[in-house]
């Protein structure tokens, strides 16, 4: 099992950043053992895949240019850095992992999810 713990969500102003952190424990170890990904689900919306960091290393980024994927081993923690954000990135953000370490749409476990909004 590995449990996955969001953070670092809340309200900012358009054009501002935030850091969203991922944290991982459980039977994986390593981060770096597991592929992990960001979705994100706006009111009304279905799930979608933000980015993905695999053993290849950033795989998938659908915000390129203002959000940037990345990892800690030493923490065992995987952050989301988001800039330039706009009311539209509104949603609640997910963090995922999957055991293949390989995979593009990680979906294994979960995270509870971590609100972001976007507004003035």
């Known amino acids: 099992q590995v449990q996955l713990v969001e953070s670092g969500g809340g309200l900012v102003q358009p054009g501002g950043s935030l850091r969203l952190s991922c944290a991982a424990s459980?039977?994986?170890?390593?981060?770096?053992?597991?592929?992990m990904g960001w979705y994100r689900q706006a009111p009304g919306k279905q799930r979608e895949l933000v980015a993905t960091a695999t053993a290849y290393g950033t795989v998938y980024n659908s915000v390129k240019g203002r959000f940037t994927i990345s990892r800690d081993a030493a923490k065992n923690t995987m952050y989301l850095q988001m800039n330039s954000l706009k009311p539209e990135d509104t949603a609640v953000y997910y963090c995922s992992a999957d055991p293949n370490q390989f995979s593009a749409t990680p979906n294994r476990y979960w995270g509870q999810g971590t609100q972001v909004t976007v507004s003035s």
């Open positions: 459980g039977s994986a170890g390593s981060i770096y053992n597991m592929a």
